[in-house]
């Protein structure tokens, strides 16, 4: 136990790298897309309701404005977490609040190097 220890303390690497759900988490619920497309992969599958597309991260960023601007989020609570069993995709799940009604969000993250980049987001009604 105490080599485990010891190389945790002298080789971070060896850790494993996690998303940032909290900073995704935080974009989603003030409904900043350009702090949720920081997020992005270069290439974002986007679907919201009945329209999916696959979009540039500029364009999936333009895509997020726009459903912010039409449902502004007033809460938004992860309420899932998970990862493959080779540990290189994580998922998760939360529940958005607006005014017009409520959505249930999907995310799929791959690890990208030393990160997580959101490789597909979904929002459906609930």
Do not use: C
């Not at 329209?51 to 364009?59: G, I, L, S």
Request: glycine letters at 8%; a negative charge.
């Amino acid at each position: 136990m105490k080599i485990l220890l010891l190389l945790i303390a002298f080789f971070p690497s060896l850790v494993w790298v996690q998303p940032d759900l909290d900073g995704i988490n935080r974009a989603i619920r003030s409904g900043n897309a350009d702090a949720l497309g920081a997020f992005f992969a270069p290439t974002v599958e986007v679907a919201i309701l009945d329209v999916e597309d696959r979009y540039a991260k500029a364009d999936a960023i333009r895509v997020m404005k726009d459903f912010f601007a039409k449902n502004r989020p007033s809460n938004f609570s992860q309420v899932h977490q998970g990862e493959s069993k080779g540990g290189n995709m994580h998922y998760a799940i939360g529940e958005l609040q607006s005014g017009p009604g409520s959505y249930r969000v999907y995310l799929l993250l791959q690890e990208s190097g030393n990160t997580y980049t959101i490789q597909q987001l979904r929002i459906d009604s609930e």
